[in-house]
């Protein structure tokens, strides 16, 4: 299809719209209260004017123009200056203290005049109506009254030339589309921007759902609000799985566990630490960290359950200095709680420290707590689109995960990332006489042979500690370890 499309500058939408908003027409942004509409329609002027110098034309039927200016500021965009510049005009058509009183019938014949004088005297490219459902509150017209003015509306905006986008609210989620159920239907496309709420979370997505004469993605893309760069989509049909598979190893610190899974994780693959609380998961992780030192490279560490100082504790009693590779800028260490932020939030400030830090290497410790903050489903594409930013940038990773019991079971973490994982490492507590010992076993390693014996795993003084396989003891995997007689 070669409808030509104008590009919005969120590079995420244009995406996932393959190439932007159709030139010329208008689109529908549907959602309910605070889903961010206004926001969409505001970015979409405001990078108009800073990456491609288009002027556009904001007409509010809602908030006050004073209140959308001091919302917009805070996003860095220098309204004043672009109306001073003739770039950016509001348009008011919203509500004042007056009171309304409704005689006879109405239109909105004044207000395309006004719409059509701003374009033209400030050559706008770009328009914006927010939200034009919210004058039909006002007077209860009937329907085909309703119907009848939007058309109205739009037949202007199309002969202006004008690449629009005119917001309309909705009282459900997956319900009709829009309040009126009349807007989807007079315009050429239809994008619809979610906030649902599910077990007390929050999760934000937005769906291009008709796009007249032009293709476009399909499905939902979870997005979140940043405050310095407004809406950024995280754009899950942007996955692709081209990535390069390196043959190159990296030691993961611990020269027995090389031995297991034949000489080191491959270069630019996701590793998966399973075990119980007190396993040695965080101990792992450690030896990890502490391998960059064999060819000087770069890790990040993502800590959402310990803070530095306890991190850096713990690493010193095993012999590895957290605070000397920081010093030597191999390291970075970053602690903070899961419910500070949306998974979306982790998303977007994890790329921008990989884009500025460069990481060689990731550790996430651990995943299990960054579930927390989000639904199965939210969790699950986060994973995915993680992992696979991950392996585009070639960055070898180690995650760790809780098991809900000591003697091991799968908790849902590790069912939504296990089958996109490289390699998956178990660690166990064995129940033995009245002693508690733990074990380690390579349950995978994709491309490459391994161990498959369980081993003893003790955690010394000196760190990590591994040993011979269990001899003649069956069950340790199902947490149910019995004596066996050997022949």
């Not at 860095?76 to 006879?104: C, L, M, R, S, Y």
């Not at 990773?397 to 990332?417: C, H, Q, R, V, Y």
Request: aromatic fraction near 8%; glycine fraction near 8%; charge should be negative.
């Amino acid at each position: 299809m070669n409808l030509i499309k104008l590009k919005t500058g969120n590079d995420s939408f244009d995406h996932i719209s393959h190439g932007g908003l159709p030139l010329g027409r208008t689109t529908l942004v549907a959602g309910s209260s605070g889903s961010a509409k206004t926001l969409f329609g505001a970015q979409f002027l405001a990078l108009g004017i800073q990456l491609f110098d288009q002027p556009g034309i904001f007409v509010t039927f809602e908030e006050q123009v004073d209140d959308i200016r001091k919302n917009l500021k805070s996003f860095n965009w220098d309204i004043d200056t672009w109306e001073k510049e003739g770039k950016w005009t509001f348009v008011d058509a919203a509500p004042k203290e007056e009171i309304i009183v409704a005689v006879g019938d109405f239109d909105l014949s004044a207000f395309r005049i006004r719409l059509e004088r701003a374009v033209q005297k400030n050559k706008a490219q770009r328009v914006v109506i927010d939200s034009i459902g919210s004058i039909f509150t006002q007077f209860h017209e009937e329907m085909h009254t309703i119907r009848r003015e939007l058309i109205q509306v739009a037949l202007t905006l199309s002969r202006l030339g004008a690449t629009s986008i005119i917001t309309a609210e909705r009282l459900e989620e997956y319900g009709e589309i829009t309040r009126f159920g009349v807007e989807e239907f007079l315009t050429d496309n239809v994008i619809i921007l979610r906030n649902v709420l599910q077990n007390e979370k929050r999760r934000r997505t937005i769906e291009i759902l008709k796009f007249r004469g032009s293709d476009h993605e399909k499905g939902e893309n979870p997005f979140t609000v940043n405050p310095e760069k407004g809406i950024v989509i995280i754009p899950l049909s942007a996955m692709n799985l081209k990535h390069i598979s390196s043959s190159e190893r990296v030691t993961s610190g611990i020269p027995a566990l090389d031995e297991m899974i034949n000489g080191g994780f491959y270069k630019g693959s996701i590793n998966l630490i399973s075990g119980a609380i007190g396993a040695g998961k965080t101990l792992l992780v450690a030896n990890f960290i502490n391998g960059i030192r064999e060819k000087k490279e770069r890790c990040l560490l993502m800590a959402f359950e310990e803070s530095c100082e306890q991190l850096y504790r713990n690493a010193a009693g095993w012999g590895i200095d957290f605070k000397q590779l920081e010093a030597e800028g191999l390291l970075k260490v970053i602690c903070i709680y899961p419910e500070v932020s949306s998974l979306e939030d982790h998303f977007i400030n994890i790329q921008e420290v990989v884009e500025n830090f460069k990481p060689d290497r990731i550790a996430i410790d651990s995943l299990s707590a960054l579930s927390r903050t989000s639904s199965d489903k939210g969790f699950r594409e986060f994973i995915i689109a993680f992992t696979s930013y991950l392996k585009h940038q070639e960055i070898t990773a180690m995650f760790t995960s809780n098991t809900p019991l000591l003697a091991g079971g799968t908790s849902d973490t590790e069912g939504n990332i296990s089958p996109i994982t490289d390699s998956i490492i178990l660690l166990r507590y064995v129940e033995m006489s009245g002693e508690m010992q733990r074990s380690i076993a390579v349950l995978k390693m994709r491309g490459s042979k391994h161990d498959s014996s369980i081993r003893k795993f003790s955690i010394t003084d000196e760190g990590a500690d591994i040993g011979k396989h269990f001899e003649g003891i069956s069950g340790i995997l199902t947490g149910n370890p019995m004596l066996i007689k050997l022949e």
